[in-house]
């Protein structure tokens, strides 16, 4: 599993930027060197981001750091649930 934390423009101008998360799930290779039945799959790990917008000074983002915790920790939980359901 591979767990992706993204920040980028949330919006065409708009000065946001955003940090949302992702799963990969890839199978693991045959001992032959194929890969199982399984493909890659993208796995939206959050339903939220975490937002700031650029004016927003430093003390102030880092006030909110517990919440981008809180959405890191919820999008590697969600991931990992994913990554065990499959494998059993």
Known sequence: MRFLAA???AGKHSGVLAVVTVAELEPIQED???QGSMSKQLIETTRDAFR???TEATDSIEARSKE???LLDEG???GLVR???GAV
């Open 7 to 9: 920040l980028h423009g």
């Open 32 to 34: 032959d060197g194929t």
């Open 83 to 85: 990554l065990f359901e």
């Open 52 to 54: 700031v917008v650029h």
């Open 76 to 78: 590697l939980t969600i």
């Open 68 to 70: 981008l915790e809180e």
